[in-house]
């Protein structure tokens, strides 16, 4: 199939009309705003009918080889597709882990088997994967990783704790970063990256609240945890680079991801359609040129992060710094939607103290949990202060600090 410009418009028109036609009813309980936030069984089964539906449709993993549960498309397909969910605001497609990162890892790296007994369940969603990489004292830090993997026979023994781990009480599978040789030289060298089962005795996941009150990740515990040694990726030792490879994706930094429908769309329009209904003085706040000045400096950065989206594509555009828009997409989007969200409940005045539940809260109080759990994105995957290091080291040629 060609992705010609009629053909791809056809489809486009194909996925809304489906869209608009099976878009869920409000189930009546508070969605997650992103996969990060999925924290009841209630929204998971929600979301794990829904993903599945939309798999079943066809609009799921379209780019991912037929023979692994895919459609072999070209991937402007699934942009059309990821494109369509946004605009109709369904809800999002929730095993982001499997899906995103370490779906297009199988692709990339695993075995003909692994692709086989791994890919088609993320997309149908009735395998949940969660990542096993940060610590509690290794985060940012990720090449100190301390928890074990002694291998015993035929399996490996898993010591240690991670945290912070998106779905660990839900998930069936984790992309497990661990030690295999604590002498090794170099600290990198001794690691070693797992398809690891968490439904196995000696595993423990326990939920972490967030700041919204709301769940998403876990605290997880491995005592003595014995999982089969073919859940070795590759070859002991090779952990360090299969990590950094599953970043890219996670940072989206490289392409490959079965689609990029995670999070709620949350754009301008909101915000001004906020600005038009917040009254001050007995006008519509959006009638203040110091809040329209505000506003028009976010629209044109809105503007300027998805236009560097396209041209990150044209390589004729990139050829000063060619990294730098892969290296920096992730840093100049959770920071740009960190500081809208922050400026939406700053607009609302004394009413921005006010959050979900409060029958005066402004629109149900969706901003200030919006803001809340915008710092996620600048957290997780790396922070901000990471991103900018690599984009000073990588793209600059800066010496590390
Ligand atoms: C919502 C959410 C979901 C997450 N999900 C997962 C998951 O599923 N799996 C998983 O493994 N992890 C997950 N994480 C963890 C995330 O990857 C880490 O929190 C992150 O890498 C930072 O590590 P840390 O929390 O240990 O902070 P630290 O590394 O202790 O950092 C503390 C502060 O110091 C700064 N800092 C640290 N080192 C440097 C440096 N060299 N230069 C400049 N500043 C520095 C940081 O920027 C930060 O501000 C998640 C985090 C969040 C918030």
């Known amino acids: 199939m060609t992705d010609s410009t009629k053909e791809l418009q056809e489809f486009r028109a194909e996925v809304s009309a489906w869209m608009k036609e099976n878009k869920p009813a409000d189930p009546g309980f508070l969605l997650p705003q992103t996969f990060m936030e999925v924290g009841s069984e209630e929204q998971l089964d929600f979301l794990l009918k829904w993903q599945r539906k939309v798999y079943d449709a066809g609009y799921l993993g379209m780019s991912w080889p037929v023979k692994y549960g895919g459609r072999e498309m070209p991937v402007a397909y699934q942009r059309i597709a990821d494109k369509e969910m946004l605009v109709h605001r369904v809800p999002i497609m929730f095993n982001v882990i499997g899906l995103g990162w370490a779906g297009p890892l199988i692709l990339k790296m695993g075995s003909d088997e692994e692709k086989h007994r791994y890919l088609k369940g993320i997309l149908t969603g009735e395998d949940i994967w969660c990542q096993g990489f940060s610590e509690p004292d290794h985060g940012s830090d990720l090449g100190n990783s301390q928890t074990t993997a002694v291998r015993d026979g035929d399996e490996y023994i898993i010591n240690g704790t991670k945290i912070w781990t998106t779905f660990g009480n839900y998930a069936k599978y984790m992309i497990l970063l661990a030690r295999t040789n604590p002498d090794a030289e170099r600290k990198y060298a001794g690691l070693s990256y797992f398809l690891s089962p968490m439904e196995v005795p000696g595993v423990k996941a326990v939920p972490i609240q967030k700041i919204t009150g709301?769940?998403?990740?876990?605290?997880?515990?491995?005592?003595?945890?014995?999982?089969?040694?073919d859940c070795l990726m590759g070859e002991e030792g090779q952990g360090w680079g299969i990590a950094m490879q599953t970043l890219q994706f996670e940072r989206s930094a490289e392409g490959g991801q079965a689609s990029e429908y995670f999070a709620e769309r949350v754009t301008m329009d909101d915000l001004m359609k906020s600005a038009k209904t917040i009254m001050r003085d007995g006008e519509p706040l959006l009638n203040d040129p110091v809040v329209r000045d505000n506003l028009v400096t976010f629209m044109m950065e809105e503007k300027a992060l998805k236009l560097s989206t396209v041209r990150a594509g044209i390589p004729a555009l990139c050829s000063d710094y060619p990294l730098s828009l892969a290296l920096s997409g992730?840093?100049?989007?959770?920071?740009?939607?960190?500081?809208?969200?922050?400026y939406a409940v700053a607009i609302q005045g004394a009413k921005g103290g006010l959050y979900v539940g409060d029958a005066d809260a402004v629109e149900g109080g969706f901003w200030q949990r919006a803001y809340f759990n915008s710092f996620s994105a600048t957290i997780g995957g790396g922070t901000s202060q990471i991103q900018a290091n690599i984009i000073g080291e990588h793209v600059l040629g800066l010496p590390k600090s």
Do not use: C, H, V, W
Request: hydrophobic share 40%.
């Open 214 to 229: 709301e769940y998403g990740f876990t605290e997880t515990f491995f005592d003595n945890a014995r999982i089969p040694a």
């Open 330 to 342: 992730k840093l100049r989007a959770s920071e740009l939607f960190r500081r809208m969200r922050q």
